[in-house]
């Protein structure tokens, strides 16, 4: 009886190595541009979720006759006022939408430097505090 040899077809290590460096290296620049990707969007979210609450100010302007009270933050959107119960309508928004992406509140100046003669808008960004660079950036609405 004969032996026969089979040959085996099959990867080497060396094979599957080169492989699975191909792939990480196609994984790592994929990753880094959807991460890019997603620090722009939020950033376009937050500006977006801007000028729904400027709306809601403008519309709480128009019922009261003034604008809702940098003390109290943008509260006066949510819930009445003491002072301003019989010409408020609201809830003017949701408190979620008070909220920016990174889920930092937005600060209200009622009197702007950013927009003269109205007020200011401010998302802290990523890093949830003043100043900063890239997704760290501020974000005002202007």
Not at 49 to 55: P, S, W
Request: charge should be negative; glycine fraction near 10%.
């Amino acid at each position: 009886m004969k032996r026969m040899k089979r040959k085996e077809k099959a990867f080497t290590l060396v094979e599957l190595l080169v492989v699975i460096l191909i792939i990480s290296l196609i994984a790592t620049v994929i990753s880094q541009r959807v991460f890019t990707g997603l620090g722009k969007a939020k950033r376009d979210i937050a500006k977006a979720k801007m000028v729904n609450i400027e709306g809601a100010i403008g519309i709480f302007y128009l019922h009261c006759g003034r604008y809702p009270d940098e003390s109290q933050g943008l509260s006066e959107l949510i819930e009445a006022p003491a002072d301003l119960e019989e010409k408020w309508s609201g809830p003017y928004l949701k408190q979620s939408e008070l909220l920016d992406p990174w889920d930092n509140p937005y600060i209200y100046i009622e009197e702007g430097v950013v927009n003269p003669g109205s007020f200011d808008l401010i998302s802290y960004a990523a890093d949830g505090m003043e100043g900063g660079e890239g997704d760290d950036e501020d974000i005002y609405n202007d």
